[in-house]
């Protein structure tokens, strides 16, 4: 049958056309009947034809039959094929859906592998945490036996793994707390399964320490509590600090005393203990007279010492019930508590006066001081804390005023000083705002020649409310706010200007001397900010002198050097001014690039009668000529002080024998005489002095009164 199945069809086309060439097919196709066949062999006579026409017609129903058997199997084949295919695809169907089906099961799979990793990932970092945390961590049971430790519980508690497992909780208790409180954390715990604030604990050593805890109560699945998890951390650094920082706050870094903050609520305390017994706290302000010189002569750190000094000294003459406290660089205040009657206030002052007196000793020197103490009473005096001081304070400030090393009750009078103190510092701060200040200038002469060689620019204010207010009282004040630098540049600038006016106006130019404060001088900026009034104003140089004074100089004597070299390579001329009222070095001098001193009034005022202040005068400029520097006295009033001060071989000369400090018009009248003398050789300046004598310079060949 496969043979039959796979045989040609060339080979049934060839039998059919074997029995068409013998005749027994006919046009039409095969013959139907085996008759017909026969007919067909007798009418052909042949029989041999015959017999192949049988065989081929046997052979053409076998084909028939085979083309039939085989068109059947065929159908069935295909049927078959299309069964195979339907089979393939429900396969191919079946086999995408469990392909699926594995894909998401191998992605589940690999979610849970990853959720497995992370797992571990988070248990090996919850083992490390619990191992390396800087926190306390203890594990117990529900009855509070503890199970384990990290080793920050054993660093913090002093208790290894193997002393505290298995022991109770109350192993770190601490008698800081009784039995009550313990009961209120339990009782916490159980309704709230959590409980978190400080607590006292103590270490295995017996010390106690304080502690915050964290405590969480750890449930089973059918809620009961299983385990108690505590972790806590060790607060006594945290405690160190908060104290420290509180007396940092509350006490004086230099000297440890009490600051004002700390003194206001002990003076309340006093002042309460003063009403509550019928008694009197006293409030004694205490200011060491000039100890800024101390500090600008020798430094800050020779200061420091003698203050730490003075708060011991001043604290063991005090009672247990008094309170010493440093309110300012060389400010104390004593708060006397419990005291029957205000003189009482007046010993305890006498007594620290005293104790001040005797001389501080720091590196092999001795320091003399002298203080002034302001007192109030109350409930004398009216007035809370803050009031109190301030009225203290202007009592001591009054005391200061008449010389110092004194003791000051509080009165009206001095209360009616401090209110125009406070007055000339609140004008002071509008004065430059609303152009209140103005400059006077007094003129410099040469004492042989008498020629006008520069001016001294000094500050005036005239206040629409305090009128025309003195420098002696407006500048100090300035001095110790912090309006002097602000001042300090507009005198500099204002100044600079005038002197370039008198230039433009044809005018032989002039030194133009201006003062600096201690603030501008020790300003890292001084240099920059002088150059830069320089070249705004378009003066040079050459023509303007700064004058310091010696406690600038003393201050830091290296800064110091740096600063007045670089002010000097800008060409600028230098000059100490008051020299001899301080505490500069002469070894000093010779480091300062400077090109003059100006002896200050006090000396040249009695220069005739006090043979002190002539030996003084005489010593200074003999001293500036062996050092090549240029002398300038300052207050010269009489004639006869003019001749001594040109025989000692002085150089300039200003004060009220030649001109009080005057606008700049009258300088200008000043310059344009000079210019005549300059250009009339033969002229010689003969001033009348104010009270008519006439003033002679000898360096002339004829005389000319002015």
Not at 422 to 435: P, S, V
Request: hydrophobic share 40%; net charge negative.
């Amino acid at each position: 049958m496969q043979g039959a199945r796979n045989r040609p069809w060339w080979v049934v086309w060839s039998a059919l056309a074997s029995l068409w060439l013998l005749g027994v097919v006919n046009e039409e196709g095969f013959a139907i009947t085996f008759v017909e066949i026969v007919d067909a062999a007798q009418h052909n006579h042949t029989v041999h034809h015959t017999a192949l026409a049988l065989l081929g017609g046997l052979f053409l129903f076998v084909l028939i039959q085979l083309h039939r058997k085989n068109f059947l199997h065929e159908q069935s084949r295909q049927e078959f094929i299309q069964q195979i295919q339907r089979d393939k695809e429900l396969l191919e169907k079946r086999i995408e859906e469990r392909t699926r089906e594995l894909t998401r099961t191998n992605q589940a799979l690999k979610i849970e592998v990853e959720v497995r990793r992370q797992t571990e990932v988070e248990l090996c970092l919850a083992a490390s945490v619990y191992q390396n945390t800087s926190e306390g961590i203890m594990v117990t049971d529900s009855n509070g036996i503890i199970e384990s430790v990290n080793p920050a519980f054993t660093q913090i508690t002093g208790y290894t793994e193997e002393a505290a497992v298995h022991q109770p909780m109350a192993l770190l208790y601490s008698t800081q707390h009784d039995a009550a409180s313990y009961r209120l954390i339990e009782q916490e715990l159980a309704q709230f399964g959590h409980w978190r604030g400080e607590m006292w604990s103590q270490r295995q050593n017996g010390a106690v320490y304080p502690e915050f805890a964290n405590i969480n109560a750890i449930r089973d699945g059918a809620g009961e509590i299983r385990q108690f998890v505590k972790v806590f951390s060790d607060l006594s650094g945290i405690k160190r600090s908060e104290q420290e920082l509180h007396f940092l706050v509350h006490h004086d870094s230099l000297t440890g005393l009490p600051n004002r903050l700390l003194l206001k609520d002990r003076m309340r305390q006093s002042f309460s203990y003063a009403v509550r017994y019928n008694q009197i706290a006293g409030v004694l302000f205490i200011g060491l007279d000039r100890f800024t010189l101390i500090n600008e002569a020798v430094g800050r750190s020779v200061g420091d010492r003698i203050l730490r000094d003075v708060s011991v000294r001043l604290t063991q003459c005090l009672r247990d019930e008094d309170s010493l406290a440093r309110v300012g660089g060389d400010e104390f205040v004593v708060i006397a508590t419990g005291l029957t009657q205000g003189n009482n206030a007046g010993r305890i002052a006498r007594k620290l006066l005293a104790v001040l007196s005797e001389p501080f000793l720091v590196e092999l020197e001795r320091y003399y001081l002298t203080a002034s103490i302001g007192i109030t009473l109350y409930p004398v005096d009216a007035g809370d804390e803050d009031n109190h001081l301030k009225k203290a304070e202007s009592a001591m400030r009054r005391a200061k005023e008449q010389g110092g090393n004194a003791i000051h009750f509080f009165t009206k009078e001095i209360d009616a000083i401090s209110a125009k103190r406070m007055a000339i510092e609140n004008g002071l701060r509008l004065a430059l705002e609303r152009q209140e200040l103005f400059l006077h200038y007094q003129p410099q002469l040469d004492v042989i020649t008498g020629r006008l060689v520069g001016v001294e620019a000094l500050i005036r204010w005239r206040s629409p409310e305090l009128g025309l207010v003195s420098p002696a009282n407006f500048i100090p004040i300035a001095e110790e706010s912090d309006l002097i630098a602000a001042m300090g540049e507009w005198v500099l600038r204002t100044a600079c200007q005038q002197s370039m006016q008198w230039q433009e106006e044809g005018f032989a130019p002039i030194r133009m001397a201006v003062n600096l404060s201690a603030r501008q001088f020790q300003n890292r900026d001084l240099p920059a900010k002088v150059a830069r009034i320089l070249q705004d104003t378009g003066l040079a140089a050459q023509y303007l002198e700064l004058e310091l004074t010696e406690g600038m100089f003393m201050r830091d004597v290296n800064e110091t050097v740096i600063t007045l070299h670089t002010l000097k390579q800008m060409n600028l001329q230098l000059s100490i001014d008051d020299f001899g009222t301080g505490y500069s070095s002469l070894s000093y001098l010779k480091r300062f690039p400077i090109h003059a001193l100006k002896i200050d009034r006090a000396f040249v005022r009695d220069i005739i009668a006090d043979p002190d202040d002539a030996a003084i005068t005489k010593t200074i400029i003999s001293m500036a000529k062996n050092l090549n520097l240029q002398v300038v006295a300052e207050g010269v009033a009489a004639p006869d002080q003019l001749e001594f001060l040109r025989t000692l071989g002085c150089d300039l000369v200003q004060g009220f024998l030649f001109s009080q400090p005057v606008p700049p018009e009258e300088i200008a009248l000043f310059l344009g005489e000079d210019r005549i003398f300059q250009e009339k050789p033969g002229f010689s300046p003969k001033l009348h002095s104010g009270g008519g004598s006439v003033i002679v310079f000898p360096e002339v060949k004829s005389q000319k009164t002015i």
